[in-house]
């Protein structure tokens, strides 16, 4: 069985180092003075084990695309503690006219797509969500109110997992099999808890192009990673706040120019092309005509399969079992 009961749902006794846990960065020592058991049982704690790339895609395809859309809406303003209505107005365009361009797009391109959503949001946006799945896209975690997570104890950790799994299942009426760290900042005590829910998957971490099994202390797990990177995300190159130096200082058409690279470099490799994008960002008018063209570019090449995270998960895993 795949997923276990609530009721084994436990603190599991940690394989770790205690002073290590803290806010899952090291915190104490400087780096320097660590012996080698430490800064090795730092560096084991969460690898990348074997590659999960297939020997091809679905029906012979020669590339995966996977696009994503990370619903974070009004919790880019309120994970920071802040209620500012002008500020949460940049997030609510997300919902209120980044999603609805986004499921237009893919409906017109007969694309699937997957979804990454905090708890918060869904409770916000509940009729979005079933949009989402009603159209045959995919709702996977996206913590609960877009928390940092290497700053939880594992107990808050736990707890907003446990409640963000609740809730897009409740909103959903279907358990989401994959997770996306909010920020990508995957904890010391992300991959236990990840195995505790029995997901398929995640997809916050970095270490290859290609999907490969998580290793938890070295113990191969069975959950895929499908990768990420900021070079295939928009927010980088198109984010903007005004409080900060972060400005949308990237051409549409510089992004376009960056992301057909990433994929024909996937294309040439027969691996996997993951793209993350946010509705708030990505929706804007001229950044959605982008996104058109180059879907637009993707669909005219022979043997492209585009695929949601679970769709790819699901076949990375038989590929190599
Ligand atoms: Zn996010």
Not at 68 to 87: A, I, K
Not at 104 to 133: T, W
Not at 215 to 235: F, N, Q, S
Not at 291 to 316: N, Q, S
């Amino acid at each position: 069985m795949r997923r276990r009961p609530k009721a084994s749902f436990v603190k599991r006794a940690p394989a770790r180092p205690a002073a290590h846990h803290a806010a899952g960065n090291g915190a104490g020592d400087p780096a320097w003075m660590w012996d080698e058991p430490r800064w090795r049982a730092a560096v084991n704690r969460v690898r990348a084990g074997r590659s999960l790339k297939p020997p091809c895609w679905k029906n012979g395809a020669r590339v995966g695309v996977a696009l994503s859309f990370d619903s974070d809406h009004e919790t880019s303003t309120l994970r920071e503690g802040s209620t500012s209505p002008g500020r949460l107005a940049q997030g609510e365009y997300g919902a209120r006219v980044g999603v609805p361009r986004i499921l237009d797009l893919l409906r017109r391109h007969d694309l699937r797509a997957s979804f990454f959503v905090p708890g918060v949001i869904a409770r916000l946006h509940p009729d979005e969500q079933r949009r989402v799945v009603a159209e045959g896209h995919e709702v996977g975690m996206h913590g609960w109110i877009h928390e940092g997570t290497s700053e939880l104890t594992e107990s808050s950790e736990r707890d907003l997992m446990r409640r963000a799994f609740d809730t897009l299942t409740k909103v959903t009426g279907r358990p989401p099999v994959g997770v996306r760290v909010p920020s990508w900042d995957f904890s010391a005590t992300t991959l236990p808890l990840i195995r505790e829910l029995g997901l398929l998957y995640d997809s916050s971490l970095m270490a290859d192009d290609e999907p490969y099994e998580l290793l938890d202390d070295g113990e191969p797990t069975g959950i895929v990673e499908l990768p990420v990177e900021w070079i295939k995300d928009d927010a980088p190159y198109l984010n903007m706040n005004r409080a900060t130096a972060i400005r949308p200082y990237t051409a549409p058409s510089a992004v376009h120019e960056i992301f057909r690279a990433e994929f024909e470099g996937a294309l040439a490799e027969g691996g996997l092309f993951l793209l993350t994008m946010h509705p708030h960002i990505i929706g804007h008018r001229s950044r959605i005509a982008m996104l058109d063209e180059l879907i637009r570019y993707m669909k005219g090449v022979p043997g492209v399969w585009f695929a949601t995270h679970e769709e790819l998960a699901r076949y990375c895993k038989a590929a190599a079992s």
